[in-house]
T-cell receptor, first 113, second 112 residues
């Protein structure tokens, strides 16, 4: 298994600002992902964080709004840019090693005022 | 398209069995999952089943799959207060096993 931590665990931000969320895995993993869980909703995949190259975004998500970095096999960041109240969500990082199960972090609860 | 649906709420008495149901639309689904999310925590994979199986049992958990009807269920025997959580049904295809499509989640509450 893998242990995943996220920072910050929660934040309250003003509209128009940006927040960077960090995801750290305790061991090297093949793939890392970022999901969004809007209030009362299910999880939606934002993008796959690729090590050494640009992230792969799902339909409806763009790099300018959600820039992602993955400098190595254990760490990734997601930035929520130019935030609006509609961005208030829980953002979850997950990681997968080979064809094993995906492990999820505890999530970052973001509130935008 | 891909869609996974679940009822939003379920309330059961402590000690009874809980049955959470899920339907999905993608006939190419290869893996079907049940995740548990406790308050303030991430998602925990409870169990999963391959599409060529119709049942899987793991201690208090029983997963039933009706592939013809695209119906998946999770039965929790002898439900305890610690089982209170949101349970997500999810599916993925072998060809893109990493992309997981989640249902809306079922909030299970336990009454004494």
């Amino acid at each position: 298994s893998a242990v995943i931590s996220q920072k910050p665990s929660r934040d309250i931000c003003q509209r128009g600002t940006s927040l960077t969320i960090q995801c750290q895995v305790d061991s090297q993993v093949t793939m890392m992902f970022w999901y969004r869980q809007q209030p009362g909703q299910s999880l939606t995949l934002i993008a796959t964080a690729n090590q050494g190259s640009e992230a792969t975004y799902e339909s409806g998500f763009v790099i300018d709004k959600f820039p992602i970095s993955r400098p190595n096999l254990t760490f990734s960041t997601l930035t929520v840019s130019n935030m609006s109240p509609e961005d208030s969500s829980i953002y979850l990082c997950s990681a997968q090693r080979g064809n094993d199960e995906q492990f999820f972090g505890p999530g970052t609860r973001l509130t935008v005022l | 398209g891909e869609d996974v649906e679940q009822s939003l709420f379920l309330s059961v008495r402590e000690g009874d069995s809980s049955v959470i149901n899920c339907t999905y639309t993608d006939s190419s689904s290869t893996y079907l999952y049940w995740y548990k999310q406790e308050p303030g925590a991430g998602l925990q994979l409870l169990t999963y089943i391959f599409s060529n199986m119709d049942m899987k049992q793991d201690q208090r958990l029983t997963v039933l799959l009706n592939k013809k009807d695209k119906h998946l269920s999770l039965r929790i025997a002898d439900t305890q207060t610690g089982d209170s959580a949101i349970y997500f049904c999810a599916e993925s295809r072998y060809s893109s096993a990493s992309k997981i499509i989640f249902g809306s989640g079922t909030r299970l509450s336990i009454r004494p």
